[in-house]
């Protein structure tokens, strides 16, 4: 199985500030990846697909980019609505596997 | 508006089963791989199962091989989870999911508890 490792695994950021995520896949999987946003006792809603691309109606202040091994999720101006934690995942191969996820709180 | 709503979670004893059901509307459900992907309380994501349109082609996650099975029913717009040998670390929310590339949904989830 593909593992994923995502770094930091939380942090404090500000509102206004500019915050990148890390995802690292075991293996390569071309930009096969998606980021997901999951707000507690919620079900999770994904941002990002192919590694790049923002799903329809996801705020453009969202990017997504990399591909092989490596890949970074970056919240250009963080708002009070983007605290929550956020996971990556591959569908490259099966099973689909999820970073352990980063939790992105207010400072 | 698309809708995924699970039942069937409880409390069962270890080596008990359970059996997750998923209805389906605002959609036409047969035209869609349909997913399980569980949650432990206070933990990550892990995706359990997955089963194509017409059920002919199935996947899980080595966890649970050979003691869950997906299953779906498109007349009925429902998914399913036949879960036996429940383990404690089965312990989780159970949502059932319609993830494509461009789109996702995602029901509400469904609490499994395993435990004595």
């Known amino acids: 199985d593909i593992q994923m490792t995502q770094s930091p695994s939380s942090l404090s950021a500000s509102v206004g500030d500019r915050v990148t995520i890390t995802c690292r896949a075991s293996q390569g999987i071309s930009n096969y990846l998606a980021w997901f946003q999951q707000k507690p006792g919620k079900a999770p809603k994904s941002l990002i697909y192919?590694?790049?691309s923002l799903q329809s109606g996801v705020p453009s202040k969202f990017s997504g980019s990399g591909s092989g091994t490596d890949f970074t999720l970056t919240i250009s101006s963080l708002q009070p609505e983007d605290f929550a934690t956020y996971y990556c995942q591959q569908y490259n191969s099966y099973p689909p596997t999820f970073g352990p996820g980063t939790k992105v709180d207010i400072k | 508006e698309v809708q995924l709503v699970e039942s069937g979670g409880g409390l069962v004893q270890p080596g008990g089963s359970l059996r997750l059901s998923c209805a389906a509307s605002?959609?036409?459900?047969?035209?869609?791989?349909m997913s399980w992907v569980r949650q432990a309380p206070g933990k990550g994501l892990e995706w359990v199962a997955n089963i194509k349109q017409d059920g002919s082609e199935k996947y899980y996650v080595d966890s649970v091989k050979g003691r869950f099975t997906i299953s779906r029913d498109n007349a009925k717009n429902s998914l399913y989870l036949q879960m036996n040998s429940l383990r404690a670390e089965d312990t989780a929310v159970y949502y059932c999911?319609?993830?494509?590339?461009?789109?996702?949904?995602w029901g509400q989830g469904t609490l499994v508890t395993v435990s004595s």
């Open positions: 605002g959609f036409t459900f047969s035209s869609y791989w």
């Open positions: 192919a590694a790049s």
């Open positions: 999911a319609r993830i494509v590339t461009t789109e996702d949904y």
